[in-house]
């Protein structure tokens, strides 16, 4: 079954978190139930840095379903990170429950958190985040090495994310031997070398120049189409445009939600 | 993570700081190297002590003279006195009185200036009897040793170690030469075969001649009535403690002594001379070794400061391979075998050095150095735990990392 944005969809009768109603072109309205890959219900961080309550997030609920593009917008201090931060399973929330792919994350242990980064996330940064050491495929396959991959499939993986990303020709270059468009791609092809349920950027294009940043926001379209989900934290509108949902933040709440036409 | 992994990332760490790798390196390589020289200096000088003992002879019982005190009070060390006496070795050789001895050899000796045709050589002058080369396991390599007749006849002839031997007489055969001691002149009977140094002394430096010669002919003052040494040769290892009775006994008896701590002379055994010597010996390689033990833990001081360098330095990758999946236990892993791995290159090269100290050293000393293999085995074992122990510390701060401000740090 499918819909006319060409995401995956699936009924799936089980899931009382199923929402997208649509009117079938003869009137029938049908109901396309699928599965979400973030479920947050009620989320709360509260930071006590001193004998103050700092509440960074104030009761998020929120869903991205498969296949979904979602960008998450908002000024600094509004939560933004902090919701990252959680959705990434880097931080666990004060309050409020986080099921990822329907698994309960919002209390897990820092191993099980570690366990789920490795397999169900992949992280693009504003920095990139290459260890300079390592050469563009090796730093490639760092997140397999956690995953106990041996070594000729690490490598083999490796190559193939670099060619969907359009690196094959700088496989053995050190980040320092890249442009700022081509660290982000190795950045993007680490992110999705364990074929991760989510692909969570953060600012992905904030230290590029806009050649390099339309090359990399296309790169995300292209992934999003072909069936990735793809959460997108950034503060340009610009950016977030490329998203098929836009959520604004503000204060620690959802302030707004648009939906792309 | 897998170990291979593990192992490979540690190592690139370290290579990817050579210099500060190689310095950390150098502190545990200064130590294991100090730990196996003072160890094997130790087991060097303990071994030629030990042979300087065996030396001697076996089963052997040595009987020195007591100390003296002089009229106006002034004490000598023991070996001053010269209450032993020639009548007194033969006593005790006399299997009535000793049964468990089986062989005695009185020494006196003094330094004679020999001479032969136009070379002359200053050295030591042992009068002792036939029982000298068997008491004291020495071998004659040529010629023969001069018998119980020639003793008791005083006859003019001596047994010469090599060294006296080439000194007095050069490349030919010193046998039937003569020279001359104190103006009497004495025949080479025999050559000793050569039975190197002990300590700084040269075993073949001598001139054996029998005892009753040396003290009517050569010797004036003391020795000419008295000896310096009596060894005695026990029948066994058992019958030591048995011989040792009869010494005192016949001695106290003879020296007419009553009271057993009045007594003028003093026995000791070779194993007590042994003990001695090695625990006088084990007390300074403590020593030493402890002093390199603490060089060792500077260096693991050198290992923790480094790794929490690294630590630091290495924040914002912590927080990456954290965000990409690392567990705390992988992360700690990865700097305890960074750490394990400086310990164990510092090992490996201490040895190294180590080894070509026990090489050069004795050539600029004289006591001899002993590579001690347990010592190498467990100096590289004790590099690597030092490594391990001090990288503890580290390892854990950085498994505990937030992933969250490690990756915020610049």
Known sequence: MSEPTGRIARVDPDEPTGRVARVDSDGDPTLIVRRPVIDMQQLWKTYRPGSLAVHALRGVTLSVDEGEFVAVMGPSGSGKSTLMHIMGCLDIPTSGTYKLRGEDVSEMSENSLARIRNREIGFVFQQYNLLPRLTAWRNVELPLIYARVPAPARRRRALACLEQVGLSDRVDHRPTELSGGQQQRVALARALVTNPALLLADEPTGNLDTAAALEILGLLQELHASGRTVVLITHEPDVAAVAGRVLRIRDGQIDSEEVAA | ?410
Not at chain 2, 54 to 65: K, R
Not at chain 2, 158 to 180: R, Y
Not at chain 2, 273 to 300: C, E, F, M, Y
């Open chain 2, 1 to 410: 993570m897998r170990w291979r992994d593990t192992l490979r990332s540690g190592f690139e760490a370290i290579l990817g700081h050579g210099l500060r790798s190689l310095l950390t390196i150098l502190g545990i390589m200064i130590g294991i190297a100090a730990v196996i020289l003072t160890v094997g200096l130790g087991e060097g000088a303990q071994s030629s002590v030990n042979s300087a003992i065996s030396a001697l002879g076996s089963n052997l019982l040595v009987v020195t003279p007591g100390s003296t005190t002089s009229s106006s009070g002034v004490r000598g060390g023991f070996g001053s006195a010269s209450t032993l006496t020639l009548a007194d070795a033969n006593a005790l050789g006399s299997k009535r009185v000793a049964p468990n001895l089986i062989a005695v050899a009185p020494e006196a000796e003094t330094i004679e200036v020999l001479t032969a045709g136009s070379s002359n050589w200053t050295t030591t002058v042992v009068g002792s009897t036939a029982s000298w080369a068997e008491v004291r396991d020495r071998q004659v390599e040529e010629g023969g040793f001069f018998t119980r007749q020639q003793v008791s006849g005083a006859d003019d002839v001596a047994v010469l170690g090599t060294t006296t031997a080439s000194e007095l007489f050069g490349a030919e055969s010193p046998i039937d030469q003569t020279f001359t001691v104190n103006g009497i002149s004495l025949t080479v009977i025999g050559v000793l075969t050569s039975a190197g140094s002990s300590g700084s002394t040269d075993l073949d430096d001598m001139a054996i001649v029998p005892i009753t010669t040396a003290q009517q002919q050569l010797f004036t003052g003391t020795f000419a009535t008295s000896v310096s040494t009596i060894y005695c040769e026990a029948s066994s290892t058992s019958g030591l403690s048995g011989a040792y009775q009869e010494i005192d006994d016949e001695l106290l008896s003879a020296h007419h002594i009553d009271e057993p701590s009045e007594a003028d002379f003093t026995i000791t055994s070779q194993t007590t001379i042994a003990s001695t010597a090695n625990s006088v010996n084990r007390t300074l390689t403590d020593l030493l070794a402890g002093i390199a033990g603490i060089s060792l833990l500077v260096g693991g001081i050198g290992v923790m400061n480094i790794m929490l360098v690294s630590v630091t330095e290495r924040v914002r990758e912590i927080g990456l391979r954290k965000s990409l999946g690392a567990p705390p236990t992988d992360i700690r892993r990865q700097f305890l075998v960074e750490a394990s791995s400086l310990g164990l290159l510092g090992g490996i090269g201490g040895v190294f050095v180590g080894f070509i100290g026990t090489v050069i050293l004795p050539h600029l000393q004289t006591n001899p150095v002993k590579l001690s293999v347990p010592a190498t085995v467990g100096a590289v074992f004790v590099a690597i735990c030092i490594g391990l122990v001090f990288g503890v510390y580290p390892a854990t701060r950085a498994a505990r990392l937030s992933p969250i401000d490690a990756l915020r740090s610049e």
